[in-house]
């Protein structure tokens, strides 16, 4: 070969290199998961330290099933896929969170080129991105809705992190949304005012604790074991209300909160509030009306919209809009303007 060929070669082979190495890279855990990729530090507070003395960060837990959307509440059509990629544009845009985002695929879909390009968009935007497979007996849709629950599994979440589940299709509007994570309780149901007041189950967006402390309260590895461990509980709840019935009743019989004895809850759960009365001020964070959810419905709150929420009906033209009126807005104030 002479010099012009190697030469070529060279050349040639330093591209492919350049290009395979500035491409986002595929991240498929193993069993505990891991990364060691470096993300920026998120401290809510002075007192917001680990054991290693470093500001410790909040992560924001997500999860969306790629292969299909769930048939509950004729939401088949809703664009559950872009509304991650732009809840959690909206969430790095808005505030100092970190992201995970829990990307549920069929078996069939493994080698999807579209698949592939999915989760490296949700890596440019600057998410934590964990493929998971389908569960044999489970849907993916299902399988969703729980895995976010296990966000303290993954290696790069240290047990002092806080985790926050949300919503995909939930944007945030105001940089001072989880300003109470400052406050030294033990869980935070932001909505907890608003399921009080309606007699349901704890709504998942949003609740947040540290990350060794959803290791405990959830208590099993997976979400199989969640719901063969939990059959007499789960069996007289609707599969949408798996997740809201489960974490309530893991919450509950934790002693981190409490409720009225009178409340509905208590009979959903099966537990008996007299065997768990207690004063839970010190333990667990009551949120108020402002953390309410904002719509095209209801389009303010009293101190302000904190963030917007979508029904089944609603396409990618309304996610885009809301999307753009929000980005807009000033960044550290809260977006009370409304969003028609």
């Known amino acids: 070969m002479g010099l012009k060929q190697r030469t070529i070669l060279c050349c040639l082979l330093v591209c492919v290199y350049l290009i395979w190495n500035l491409q986002p890279k595929l991240f498929i855990p193993t ?16 007192s917001s330290v680990n054991e290693g003395g470093n500001a410790r960060k909040t992560w924001v837990s997500l999860s969306v099933c790629w292969s299909k959307n ?26 100092f969170v970190s992201t995970v985002v829990f990307v549920i695929y069929d078996v069939k879909d493994k080698f999807n080129v579209e698949l592939r390009r999915y ?20 849907s993916c849709s299902l399988q969703s809705q729980l895995q976010r629950l296990f966000a303290f599994k993954e290696d790069f979440i240290r047990s002092t992190d806080l985790v926050v589940t949300s919503d995909v299709d939930a944007f945030v509007m105001d940089i001072n949304i989880f300003k109470p994570l400052e406050e030294n309780y033990r869980v935070w149901i932001f909505q907890y005012k608003r399921f009080v007041q309606s007699g349901g189950t704890m709504p998942m ?20 074991d969640l719901v063969s461990a939990n059959g007499n509980l789960l069996k007289s709840a ?11 009743y893991a919450i509950l019989k934790s002693k981190l909160c409490f409720l009225p004895k009178i409340h509905p809850l208590w009979k959903i759960v099966k537990l008996d509030p007299l065997r768990y009365d207690f004063n839970d001020s010190c333990t667990c964070f009551h949120g108020g009306l402002k953390y309410h959810d904002c719509t095209y419905k209801r389009t303010h709150q009293p101190e302000g919209c904190t963030w917007w929420h979508f029904y089944p009906h609603e396409r990618s033209d309304s996610l885009y809009k809301t999307f753009y009126r929000i980005s807009e807005s000033e960044n550290k104030t809260s977006s009370s303007a409304v969003v028609n």
């Open 31 to 46: 069993m505990g998961g891991s990364s060691n990729a470096k993300r920026t530090e998120v401290s809510f507070g002075s």
């Open 70 to 95: 769930t048939e509950f509440h004729h939401k088949q059509q809703f664009p559950y896929k872009l509304a991650t990629k732009l809840s959690t544009r909206l969430w790095r845009m808005k505030t």
């Open 119 to 138: 989760v490296l968009d949700l890596q440019h935007i600057g998410n934590k991105v964990i493929l998971v497979p389908t569960l044999p007996n489970m």
């Open 205 to 224: 967006t949003f609740i947040a604790m540290t990350a060794g402390d959803w290791k405990n309260v959830i208590g099993v590895d997976s979400p199989a």
């Open 238 to 248: 609707s599969q949408w209300f798996y997740d809201q019935t489960f974490i309530s």
